[in-house]
């Protein structure tokens, strides 16, 4: 039940983080993020996060 919460907690930060750097890299346009560096960096952070949250829930249902 839990690792199943996490993947999807996971997915959820995956997409925000994607449209957070796809806005800071000025490719998604409407929003006080578009073009602006600090919104990159956060988004590939976030993306980073949920890809490692991923990777281990699913290392974990391997393991027990």
């Known amino acids: 039940m839990l690792r199943s919460v996490v993947r ?3 997915v959820l930060v995956l997409l ?3 449209l957070f750097f ?8 409407g929003s006080f993020m578009t073009g602006r560096s600090e919104w990159a960096f956060i988004g590939a952070a976030m ?8 990777w281990l829930s699913r ?3 391997r393991a027990g």
């Open 16 to 18: 925000s983080g994607t």
């Open 8 to 10: 999807i907690v996971a």
């Open 47 to 54: 993306v980073g996060v949920a890809g490692l949250a991923l």
């Open 22 to 29: 796809f806005q800071g890299i000025g490719v998604v346009p």
């Open 59 to 61: 290392a974990q249902g």
